[in-house]
């Protein structure tokens, strides 16, 4: 005589080790909030990190354009030309930037680079931020040279 009513036991060993929907469903809402309360601050800090990231690249650039002055007794006209020979006859120990090649700031941009800066200054560096855009807050804040003089 077979009971029809009641499962066999390999159906029970199965369904014993499956979970339910309500379970996944919980599980699924814990990592939802997890990641909604803890995402914006990593967010955050990744904002933070690239503009101390391009503070850096622009002291280290600054740094380069005065070897470069010191050497050549003038600016380079860009900042490529810290990575090239600037020519015979002349002074000169370069390169100044490590394999000739001047970096991006931490969103993909060349640096800005001027001779004569703005407000007499001898030269300038900046980049626009996360938008590429003058002005602009937090990680769309521009960068400058002279505003680590400043700080």
Not at 40 to 45: D, R
Not at 85 to 93: E, I, L, S
């Amino acid at each position: 005589m077979t009971r029809t009513n009641c499962p066999t036991r390999a159906w029970q060993r199965m369904h014993r080790n499956a979970f339910s929907l309500t379970e996944l469903m919980v599980v699924l809402l814990i990592i939802g909030l997890v990641v909604g309360l803890v995402g914006p601050a990593i967010f955050k800090n990744l904002t933070t990190a690239q503009s101390r990231t391009a503070k850096t690249q622009i002291m280290l650039l600054k740094e380069c354009v005065k070897g470069y002055y010191l050497d050549m007794n003038e600016f380079p006209r860009s900042l490529d030309d810290l990575g090239r020979n600037p020519g015979v006859g002349k002074k000169w120990n370069g390169p100044y930037i490590e394999d000739g090649v001047v970096p991006k700031d931490p969103w993909g941009v060349a640096f800005q680079y001027e001779v004569p800066g703005r407000d007499g200054r001898e030269f300038e560096i900046y980049t626009y931020g996360k938008d590429n855009a003058p002005g602009g807050e937090g990680g769309d804040a521009d960068v400058f040279s002279w505003r680590e003089e400043e700080d």
